[in-house]
């Protein structure tokens, strides 16, 4: 067993509330949504699958953040669907197109155990949210027979926080994105108004359970909390609203993630205001004012150039395919 990892706590948790989250399928209450509607016999509601787990990819990988990726690799595993709408998802054909295989608990399982012995140093959760009783089902199974990693739940922030206080003792490292500090854009870009709301609500749960992240001595998270931000085009994120909940409402120790990759994808040209990347005059405030705020633990990226000069670029290249 690796240090930190209380295994038979783990254990002796899912076995006891493993049954009381399946049930929840029976009227879909898993996250926000709150469809209603009976999972366990097949019935779909917004994210489109039933009972049976679908799975896109499970892999090493290291492209994570530093303390996940680490020099071995994050053990991902993407699950298939989404409970968001997002407009511009960039992995849109697993999370709105639900490309995958199904699997059963048991393949689920012998996964995150193959992953574990191929080195990697936890196994990484993509998008678990509307699979999480499921899971449950799965890590019970893989503890038994050896599962001894972290555990990083990474997900949209679209999280019911009664079904995250059934994950608490089990997850060890949550790492949420914090899409939207405003209404108006998660309803018009991901279709969940009440997505800002529900997101605070589930990072102050996420924090009270396991706290700002806490990395071994060579830099590996352990534990903890890690927060993601999309900057978009235009403000539209309202990332000023979401900093400041942060720094006054979490912990001005959390290691966040900005991000600086969004470009155009899925549905993105639907919305002009947001069918372009970032600018440098878009990404450099926010990162300003995580340092005005005190948020000091974390990663910026390399900073976005203007879409001007990577039109020119792209033309001086000779690709002009717009």
Not at 25 to 49: A, F, M, Q
Request: proline fraction near 5%; charged fraction near 25%; aromatic fraction near 8%.
């Amino acid at each position: 067993m690796k240090p930190g990892i209380d295994v038979e706590k783990k254990v002796r948790l899912l076995r006891e509330r493993v049954g009381e989250a399946i049930s929840l399928l029976g009227t879909c209450s898993i996250c926000p949504r709150n469809c209603g509607v009976n999972r366990l016999e097949g019935e779909t509601g917004v994210c489109r699958v039933g009972r049976e787990v679908i799975v896109s990819t499970a892999s090493l990988h290291h492209g994570e953040e530093p303390p996940i990726s680490g020099y071995c690799g994050s053990g991902t595993i993407f699950f298939s669907s989404c409970n968001l709408r997002c407009v511009f998802c960039q992995n849109y054909e697993i999370s709105q197109m639900s490309h995958g295989d199904p699997v059963t608990t048991d393949e689920l399982a012998a996964m995150m155990l193959a992953l574990q012995k191929k080195g990697a140093h936890n196994i990484n959760l993509v998008t678990p949210t509307h699979f999480g009783p499921q899971i449950m089902e799965a890590l019970l199974k893989a503890y038994e027979r050896g599962l001894s990693i972290p555990i990083v739940y990474n997900c949209g922030g679209y999280d019911s926080v009664e079904v995250l206080k059934l994950w608490d003792g089990i997850i060890d490292i949550y790492m949420p994105d914090m899409k939207y500090g405003k209404e108006e854009s998660a309803r018009k870009y991901s279709s969940a108004p009440d997505y800002p709301r529900a997101n605070q609500e589930a990072v102050l749960e996420m924090h009270r359970q396991v706290g700002d992240l806490r990395m071994d001595e060579q830099g590996i998270a352990k534990r903890g909390l890690l927060i993601r931000h999309l900057v978009l085009p235009n403000g539209v994120a309202g990332s000023e609203e979401v900093m400041r909940f942060i720094a006054e409402k979490v912990s001005r120790g959390t290691y966040i993630s900005l991000m600086s990759q969004y470009f155009p994808q899925y549905r993105a040209d639907e919305f002009p205001e947001i069918n372009r990347r970032i600018t440098r005059a878009e990404y450099l405030p926010v990162q300003n004012l995580m340092k005005k705020l005190g948020l000091t633990s974390g990663w910026f990226q390399n900073v976005p150039i203007d879409p001007e000069v990577f039109a020119l670029r792209r033309f001086l290249l000779g690709d002009t395919d717009k």
